[in-house]
């Protein structure tokens, strides 16, 4: 039996081994990135905005579970709503907090903006890989949040539905679930009431998350919007822009009206100060300059 053991755990550790060496090679960029000031879980991890992450992680991701989604859509019934925040913050709090790889794609092909809120420009994107012009190594981006990647949407198509519900795409998700057991593939998508995309990325995806806006969104489009989905696979609905015009309404709701880090939330990921602050402006800036005059 001690043979045996040993040769089992050998083969395993071969097996796990050619799975690291067909891991695609990742382009790293984080110097050039300037992160948008509204990816809070990264800016600031001890408020209270971050915690309502922490609290939606919770509730749609269970871990120890076998049948845990690890492929979630999130899409918006109408556009502006707020879904590609809703998408990187989820992201973020996945990697930083979960320890597991994150992965965001930007299926919003007519549309892309996770580019753009992780401060990238002409990037080869999720569009150039279903034209068949480029391969997974050239798309994975490292950030400059540990085991958080992304995949751009790249240039704008006028197929996108036909790209989207492509075997090449369903080939590619396929791809990148397998590369680690902890990955989560988070998909950020088009509003489901203007396009046709989510609808067809239903059925590559293990659970749905719809994002409204709250104050904006009409109840009959809501309505409407889920219908359009697959029940089975909506894990819930996110709320957003809530908005409290009194402290006693944050106090009602929250159970406190001030930061987390006065309850001592903030031991692992403290709130930066204002100097930590000024230098992450400072740095965006200094790149911006960079780039101002690489392209004069």
Not at 24 to 48: C, G, H, R, W, Y
Not at 190 to 198: F, H, K, N, R, V
Not at 237 to 250: C, D, F, G
Request: net charge positive; glycine share 4%; charged share 25%.
């Amino acid at each position: 039996m001690g043979k045996m053991f040993d040769v089992l755990q050998k083969l395993e550790r071969e097996k796990t081994a050619d799975q690291k060496k067909e891991e695609p090679a990742i382009v790293t960029d984080p110097e050039n990135q300037v992160l948008d000031n509204k990816i809070v879980s990264f800016f600031a991890p001890s408020s209270m905005v971050t915690e309502q992450f922490r609290r939606l992680r919770t509730h749609i991701i269970q871990p120890n579970q076998q049948n845990s989604p690890k492929t979630i859509m999130i899409t918006s019934t109408l556009s502006g709503e707020g879904k590609s925040l809703i998408a990187i913050n989820l992201a973020i709090i996945i990697a930083v907090e979960m320890q597991s790889h994150a992965l965001l794609v930007d299926c919003d092909l007519r549309n892309p903006s996770v580019s753009r809120l992780f401060g990238l420009k002409d990037t080869k994107g999720l569009s150039n890989y279903l034209l068949g012009e480029t391969e997974i190594p050239d798309l994975l981006i490292k950030t400059s949040i540990d085991k958080l990647n992304i995949i751009a949407g790249g240039p704008l198509q006028e197929n996108p539905v036909e790209l989207i519900g492509s075997e090449r795409m369903k080939n590619l998700l396929q791809e990148l679930k397998s590369r680690y057991k902890d990955r989560y593939i988070i998909l950020d998508c088009s509003p489901l009431l203007a396009t046709t995309e989510p609808t067809v990325l239903t059925e590559m995806a293990d659970g749905i998350l719809l994002v409204i806006k709250s104050g904006k969104t009409p109840r009959e489009s809501i309505q409407q919007a889920l219908k359009l989905l697959n029940k089975d696979k909506i894990m819930g609905i996110v709320l957003n822009s809530m908005e409290y015009r009194t402290k006693a309404l944050i106090q009602r709701h929250f159970g406190t009206n001030r930061y987390y880090h006065d309850y001592h939330y903030s031991k692992t990921h403290p709130e930066p100060d204002n100097w930590e602050k000024a230098a992450f402006i400072l740095k965006d800036i200094k790149t911006m300059l960079l780039k101002l005059v690489t392209r004069k």
